[in-house]
């Protein structure tokens, strides 16, 4: 980084705290009075800041650097890389297959049992009618359309705190 490049790095960052005061003392004054005195209360205070930053100057290093060399890093030259049995990677073990592991998808289910209810969500002997469906809608619907206080289970639970507090003690 030249000096030209942290200087101009210095003055825009001088800018950037210069326009935060403008920033925060307009804001404050849009509060307080009209906005055109805001406006000019932000341009005296922002250019007072930046004036005020940019009298200040870098003083001189309190302390010295150690002067660095550039090391030399030298790394192998290989004239091509070969790749041996030894680099390959453990195949991952396969199963072994017989008669008896075949999975054969054409069994026929000989009857339903009563729990079996993935078989039975297509059962056509079981599904509902569309008048079926409509009084199961509608009945689920009043029975959520009504207003009902939820019950107030406080004074149980008051007990139970109670019937700790005193288990503990």
């Known amino acids: ?3 030209n490049s942290a ?6 960052m001088d800018v ?4 935060a005061l403008s920033l925060a003392v307009s804001f404050a004054a849009v509060h307080a009075a009209s906005p055109l005195i805001a406006f000019l209360l932000a341009a005296i205070a922002g250019c007072g800041a930046y004036a005020a930053l940019r009298a200040v100057k870098p003083g001189s290093p309190s ?10 890093i030298e790394l192998p030259i290989y004239d091509e890389l070969i790749l041996t049995d030894a680099d390959r990677l453990p195949a991952p073990l ?4 017989t ?8 069994d026929i289910l000989v009857g339903l049992e009563p729990n079996s209810q993935v078989v039975r969500l297509f059962d056509p002997s079981i599904m509902p009618t569309p ?3 409509r009084r ?5 619907l009043d029975r959520t359309g009504r207003a009902s206080a939820p019950p107030d289970d406080s004074q149980a639970l008051y007990d139970a705190l109670a019937e700790l507090r005193r288990s503990l003690n």
């Open 1 to 3: 980084m030249s000096w």
């Open 7 to 12: 200087e101009s790095l210095e003055e825009w």
């Open 16 to 19: 950037l705290a210069a326009a």
């Open 63 to 72: 302390f010295r650097l150690a002067e660095f060399t550039k090391g030399v």
């Open 94 to 97: 396969a199963p072994t297959e």
């Open 99 to 106: 008669e008896d592991d075949v999975l054969i998808l054409d």
């Open 131 to 133: 008048g079926q469906l």
């Open 136 to 140: 199961r809608i509608d009945r689920h």
